[in-house]
């Protein structure tokens, strides 16, 4: 027999979007049941994806830091070693903390978890299905997707999960590979290729455009590549991968028109997929896009009624704070009638050293829009606080309409980007004006200064430079 709960609300999928639309239901007075197929709670992101990878790239940072980059300070170290068993340690450590806040939050905010994979039925009925125990059946008068999305992977790439895999792969590697090949130059594949590179790897990366990080602005992805060069990783661009296979102790990658390559191990990091499949779509009538996103309305309602679609399973950037910023304006449409994302004003950051982060209009999508456009830059080498902490890498440039000053777009490499982009971010959200930015007091000294000279550099105003 299957039992049968009625609730205001169920979310399917406990990830960054789920498990924040969950408790900010549960605040807005909704009884809430939110369904997660895997134990522990926070999604791809806190478990195998953002934390995790943050917690190594934080670690291994530190490790070049102390091994390469002390001398200039005065400080002679000697005899730094890597113990990779205690790195992975303390990123076990920080995804369980983690994880077990969520469930916490669930608890303090009344979220009803079920444990087990979520199939629409109709009607707002949803089926709870764990193996070894008898399916449960739920219903809700409103239900919400965020199951998320995974890694897409190449035809003809025979992954095992240990040799050749994803980025979950790559997060766990037994040791440091002598070889690692990364195919795909995006930012999964950026980010974890530098972990490995700067702990003692030979990292090249294959990418199939011509450029790095496709979709950012290409002044920023080419200094990017310029940088990561110069740290010791190699890239291959226009390569056509098509093939990869585990042999021996190693792999061997094939491509199109050149040698096959012969490394230890492969990370593939072609970008990733909604992750719609099994939800039972079918059954009430919706029908996905191409690329297996979810159409949604500017309310992100589906095109069945009380049924709702937030995060990578709907169009836009695989991003968590994106789909966080969905979740809340989603359930609070639902209880008030008002919920809207600004998705101008949503930044993306690559967390490799330098930081490269973006918000708003690339030069490209404004010239291809025919939008007039004023722009300000500024390098962290003119800036104080970037020279006292050997920053000095890396510039930050803001875009401005040409008439009405209105800030258009932002995009930064250099220290502490991530955190940097957030004034900016702000800004759009405001309609802010660069000279708003420029004429703002910033702290000196601060690497946030070098956004105010940006901005002032819109107008031919910089003051250090």
Same mark, same amino acid.
């Given at each position: 027999?299957?039992?049968?709960?009625?609730?205001?609300?169920?979310?399917?999928?406990?990830?960054?979007?789920?498990?924040?639309?969950?408790?900010?239901?549960?605040?807005?007075?909704?009884?809430?049941?939110?369904?997660?197929?895997?134990?522990?709670?926070?999604?791809?992101?806190?478990?195998?994806?953002?934390?995790?990878?943050?917690?190594?790239?934080?670690?291994?940072?530190?490790?070049? %830091? *102390?091994?390469? &980059?002390?001398? $200039?300070? !005065?400080?002679? #170290?000697? /005899?730094? =070693? @890597?113990?990779?068993?205690?790195?992975?340690?303390?990123?076990?450590?920080?995804?369980?903390?983690?994880?077990?806040?969520?469930?916490?939050?669930?608890?303090?905010?009344?979220?009803?978890?079920?444990?087990?994979?979520?199939?629409?039925?109709?009607?707002?009925?949803?089926?709870?299905?764990?193996?070894?125990?008898?399916?449960?059946?739920?219903?809700?008068?409103?239900?919400?997707?965020?199951?998320?999305?995974?890694?897409?992977?190449?035809?003809?790439?025979?992954?095992?999960?240990?040799?050749?895999?994803?980025?979950?792969?790559?997060?766990?590697?037994? %040791? *440091?590979?002598? &070889?690692?090949? $990364?195919? !795909?130059?995006? #930012?999964? /594949?950026? =980010? @974890?290729?530098?972990?490995?590179?700067?702990?003692?790897?030979?990292?090249?990366?294959?990418?199939?455009?011509?450029?790095?990080?496709?979709?950012?602005?290409?002044?920023?992805?080419?200094?990017?590549?310029?940088?990561?060069?110069?740290?010791?990783?190699?890239?291959?661009?226009?390569?056509?991968?098509?093939?990869?296979?585990?042999?021996?102790?190693?792999?061997?990658?094939?491509?199109?028109?050149?040698?096959?390559?012969?490394?230890?191990?492969?990370?593939?990091?072609?970008?990733?997929?909604?992750?719609?499949?099994?939800?039972?779509?079918?059954?009430?009538?919706?029908?996905?896009?191409?690329?297996?996103?979810?159409?949604?309305?500017?309310?992100?309602?589906?095109?069945?009624?009380?049924?709702?679609?937030?995060?990578?399973?709907?169009?836009?950037?695989?991003?968590?704070?994106?789909?966080?910023?969905?979740?809340?304006?989603?359930?609070?449409?639902?209880?008030?009638?008002?919920?809207?994302?600004?998705?101008?004003?949503?930044?993306?950051?690559?967390?490799?050293?330098?930081?490269?982060?973006?918000?708003?209009?690339?030069?490209?999508?404004?010239?291809?829009?025919?939008?007039?456009?004023?722009?300000?830059?500024?390098?962290?080498?003119?800036?104080?606080?970037?020279?006292?902490?050997?920053?000095?890498?890396?510039?930050?440039?803001?875009?401005?309409?040409?008439?009405?000053?209105?800030?258009?777009?932002?995009?930064?490499?250099?220290?502490?980007?991530?955190?940097?982009?957030?004034?900016?971010?702000?800004?759009?959200?405001?309609?802010?004006?660069?000279?708003?930015?420029?004429?703002?007091?910033?702290?000196?000294?601060?690497?946030?200064?070098?956004?105010?000279?940006?901005?002032?550099?819109?107008?031919?105003?910089?003051?250090?430079?």
């Amino acid at each position: 027999m299957m039992s049968e709960s009625h609730f205001d609300l169920i979310v399917v999928g406990a990830g960054p979007g789920g498990y924040v639309a969950s408790v900010r239901a549960a605040q807005l007075g909704l009884k809430v049941a939110c369904i997660e197929k895997e134990s522990a709670l926070g999604g791809t992101c806190l478990r195998v994806g953002c934390i995790p990878s943050k917690a190594l790239l934080e670690s291994s940072e530190r490790y070049e %830091e *102390v091994k390469n &980059h002390y001398k $200039v300070h !005065g400080i002679d #170290v000697l /005899g730094v =070693e @890597l113990n990779l068993d205690q790195m992975m340690k303390r990123k076990k450590k920080i995804v369980k903390t983690l994880t077990t806040g969520v469930a916490y939050l669930f608890r303090k905010n009344k979220v009803k978890r079920y444990e087990g994979i979520g199939t629409l039925l109709g009607g707002g009925k949803v089926q709870v299905s764990q193996e070894g125990k008898e399916p449960q059946q739920i219903s809700a008068d409103k239900v919400l997707i965020a199951t998320g999305s995974y890694a897409a992977n190449l035809p003809n790439i025979e992954w095992d999960d240990d040799r050749i895999g994803d980025s979950t792969t790559a997060l766990s590697f037994p %040791e *440091v590979p002598k &070889h690692l090949v $990364v195919i !795909g130059a995006g #930012v999964i /594949g950026l =980010e @974890l290729g530098s972990v490995w590179a700067r702990l003692g790897a030979q990292v090249t990366v294959l990418e199939y455009m011509d450029h790095a990080m496709p979709g950012m602005d290409r002044e920023l992805s080419d200094e990017a590549v310029k940088v990561f060069k110069q740290q010791g990783m190699d890239f291959k661009f226009g390569v056509k991968v098509t093939g990869a296979r585990v042999e021996g102790e190693g792999c061997i990658v094939q491509r199109e028109g050149g040698e096959d390559i012969k490394c230890d191990r492969v990370l593939v990091s072609v970008g990733r997929r909604p992750n719609t499949e099994g939800l039972g779509l079918e059954n009430i009538g919706i029908e996905t896009d191409r690329r297996g996103c979810i159409p949604v309305n500017e309310h992100l309602q589906t095109s069945v009624a009380g049924v709702f679609a937030i995060g990578d399973v709907i169009a836009g950037p695989m991003l968590a704070h994106k789909a966080e910023e969905e979740g809340v304006a989603c359930v609070e449409y639902m209880v008030t009638g008002y919920g809207h994302v600004n998705y101008d004003a949503i930044p993306g950051v690559v967390y490799t050293h330098p930081e490269i982060a973006s918000v708003g209009k690339s030069e490209e999508d404004l010239k291809a829009a025919g939008i007039p456009f004023k722009k300000g830059s500024f390098p962290f080498k003119a800036n104080g606080r970037a020279m006292a902490l050997e920053a000095k890498e890396g510039f930050v440039k803001l875009l401005a309409h040409a008439e009405t000053d209105r800030v258009l777009g932002a995009h930064i490499i250099g220290a502490r980007a991530g955190d940097l982009i957030a004034e900016i971010a702000v800004s759009i959200e405001f309609g802010a004006s660069s000279e708003d930015i420029g004429r703002s007091s910033h702290a000196h000294p601060t690497l946030a200064e070098i956004v105010k000279e940006a901005a002032l550099a819109v107008d031919g105003r910089a003051i250090n430079i």
